[in-house]
């Protein structure tokens, strides 16, 4: 039972934009922290974004400026709009979760979640 569900992938070309959104369903002991990550094959799954329940963020450096986390429709949503895309960019792009409540008072986007999506695929063409 899927308890995040991605959305919004797709192929676009470099420069242009992105808006992935992440479902929440059922039951979550917490949504304190919410992160975006990203894998290519043969790569270790890369954290991206962070974001905790009053809306800080945190970004890895690759992403900083040109992505923005958010929570839009309150703590059972995740959303992530990806601007200026690069060719790099390419990945399969999950959705993650802290749902055990590991973190309380810090969420970081390099942090060890325990709920994840099945992932969408993000594809930049040149």
């Known amino acids: 039972q899927d308890q995040l569900q991605e959305s919004g992938g797709g192929s676009v070309q470099a420069g242009g934009s992105l808006r992935l959104s992440c479902a929440v369903s059922?039951?979550?002991?917490?949504?304190?922290?919410m992160a975006w990550f990203r894998q290519v094959p043969g790569k270790e799954r890369e954290g991206i974004a962070a974001?905790?329940?009053?809306?800080?963020?945190s970004y890895a450096d690759d992403v900083k400026g040109r992505f923005t986390i958010s929570r839009p429709n309150g703590p059972m949503s995740l959303s992530l709009q990806m601007n200026d895309l690069k060719v790099e960019d390419t990945a399969t792009y999950y959705c993650?979760?802290?749902?055990?409540?590991?973190?309380?008072?810090?969420?970081?986007?390099?942090?060890?979640?325990?709920?994840w999506g099945k992932g969408t695929q993000v594809t930049v063409s040149s």
């Open positions: 974001i905790d329940s009053a809306g800080r963020a």
């Open positions: 059922g039951f979550m002991f917490s949504t304190y922290c």
């Open positions: 993650a979760a802290d749902e055990e409540g590991v973190y309380t008072s810090h969420c970081p986007y390099s942090g060890q979640f325990n709920a």
